[in-house]
């Protein structure tokens, strides 16, 4: 088992609709979670972190964490072409390491 | 402008021909990092530097050298690189103390391709 775990995608979302997408991670003790977003061909860019259980909210995207479930999500409300790249999520763990999962390619057909 | 510059941004190179791509930052970072990413693996920690004179190992150090003789220069040598290198590259850079928010500045990236 990966240790975060990311479905590759692609993810395909209209425009005007909200993206759904999940990341899995093995270690309990994991504390602090990320999500980057990657446009092809460039540099990771974070957008979100979040560190205790339920909701967190920054314009369009949302950070959802349930740690009994292992489970992370990132939602965007209204999407836009532009938000059209890879997504990865990220989550420190115990060992105070950095693990990205694989990322999930999300394309916003208009 | 805050930047972490990597060179060459794209390279090709042929199975045992030593090489190093550069990495700086100019926003006086304590913590520097090397990655890779490959299609379906996500980014792979090679090696990090908490500060000069100190590296350590990340997930996937093998066939890899750095070295931090200066605070804003991260360079990662490939002594034989082998076509199993053959990879994209980012150099991140950070505050020490902005480390458990992740707050790493990417490079452009570095695309080498061992033939």
């Known amino acids: 088992q990966k240790e975060v775990e990311q479905n590759s995608g692609p993810l395909s979302v209209p425009e005007g609709a909200i993206a759904s997408l999940n990341c899995t991670y093995s270690d309990r003790g994991s504390q602090s979670f990320f999500w980057y977003r990657q446009y092809s061909g460039k540099s990771p860019e974070l957008i979100m972190s979040?560190?205790?259980?339920g909701d967190k909210e920054d314009g369009r995207f949302t950070a959802q964490l349930n740690k009994a479930s292992q489970y992370v999500s990132l939602l965007i409300r209204d999407s836009q072409p532009s938000d059209s790249a890879t997504y990865l999520c990220a989550v420190k763990s115990s060992a105070s390491k950095i693990i990205f999962g694989s990322g999930t390619r999300l394309s916003i057909r208009p | 402008e805050a930047q972490v510059t990597q060179n060459p941004r794209y390279l090709i190179t042929v199975t045992g021909k030593k090489l190093t791509v550069t990495c700086s930052q100019n926003?006086?970072?304590?913590?520097m990092s090397w990655y890779r990413q490959d299609p379906g693996l996500g980014l792979r920690q090679i090696y990090y530097?908490?500060?000069?004179?100190?590296?350590d190992k990340g997930d996937v150090p093998e066939g890899y050298k750095v070295s931090r003789k200066e605070k804003r220069n991260f360079p990662l040598i490939l002594e034989s690189p082998s076509p199993n290198q053959t990879s994209l590259y980012f150099c991140a850079s950070s505050f020490r103390d902005d480390l458990s928010k992740n707050i790493q500045y990417f490079g452009a990236g570095t695309r080498l391709s061992v033939l």
């Open positions: 926003m006086n970072h304590e913590y």
């Open positions: 530097s908490m500060n000069v004179e100190v590296t």
């Open positions: 979040i560190y205790s259980n």
